[in-house]
T-cell receptor
Framework: GEDVEQSLFLSVREGDSSVINCTYT??????LYWYKQEPGAGLQLLTY?????DMKQDQRLTVLLNKKDKHLSLRIADTQTGDSAIYFC??????????FGTGTRLTVIP | KAGVTQTPRYLIKTRGQQVTLSCSPI?????VSWYQQTPGQGLQFLFE???????NKGNFPGRFSGRQFSNSRSEMNVSTLELGDSALYLC????????????FGAGSRLTVL
């Protein structure tokens, strides 16, 4: 979806925090998602946030939503080599069709 | 609880042939959506089925079609295959139509020669 943008690449050192950013243009989004995709695999749902929330924390993952700026971020604490993957943000309106960003390839350096 | 099951996982076809892909949603889920993932276009929505009816459709030609059975299992069909149809086809399962959390299967990787 051309209205969901992400940076293409991010490299972090093992043990550091990773922050993956996403911006979107349509304010009618209901749910906003973060999915993880490893090579040759499908999409693994990491977490999601409803549009009336500002923050959601789930173990090492923290999602921040700034509705005014239409900005979504995913913070991964204590990043591990197993976190290396492509991360997609997606927005959903009232229907079950998701609009995906281009994906951010996270590389964790040991 | 079993996840979303897609079959086959891999297949190779030649131009002009047709292909049918299958998706079994999570037990109790009644919505199935299909997505196409390619390196050039990324992830794009194909269509959604709920209660055996197509509820939403993306911007794909009529060669792409689907259906849903009474047990919520869904199939998608691509006729007259083109090289550009080579992609990972993903289905997503949801409890209902409308905004709700979607869970994806591992996908079916189609290669068209």
């Amino acid at each position: 979806g051309e209205d969901v943008e992400q940076s293409l690449f991010l490299s972090v050192r093992e043990g550091d925090s990773s922050v993956i950013n996403c911006t979107y243009t349509d304010s009618s989004s209901t749910y906003l998602y973060w999915y993880k995709q490893e090579p040759g695999a499908g999409l693994q749902l990491l977490t999601y946030i409803f549009s009336n929330m500002d923050m959601k924390q789930d173990q090492r993952l923290t999602v921040l939503l700034n509705k005014k700026d239409k900005h979504l971020s995913l913070r991964i604490a204590d990043t591990q080599t197993g976190d290396s993957a492509i991360y997609f943000c997606a927005r959903q309106t009232g229907a079950n069709n998701l609009f995906f960003g281009t994906g951010t390839r996270l590389t964790v350096i040991p | 609880k079993a996840g979303v099951t897609q079959t086959p996982r891999y297949l190779i076809k030649t131009r002009g042939q047709q292909v049918t892909l299958s998706c079994s949603p999570i037990s109790g889920h009644r919505s199935v959506s299909w997505y196409q993932q390619t390196p050039g276009q990324g992830l794009q929505f194909l269509f959604e089925y709920f209660s055996e009816t197509q509820r939403n459709k993306g911007n794909f030609p009529g060669r792409f079609s689907g259906r849903q059975f009474s047990n919520s299992r869904s199939e998608m069909n691509v006729s007259t295959l083109e090289l550009g149809d080579s992609a990972l086809y993903l289905c997503a399962s949801g409890l209902r139509s409308g905004a709700n959390v979607l869970t994806f299967g591992a996908g079916s990787r189609l290669t068209v020669l």
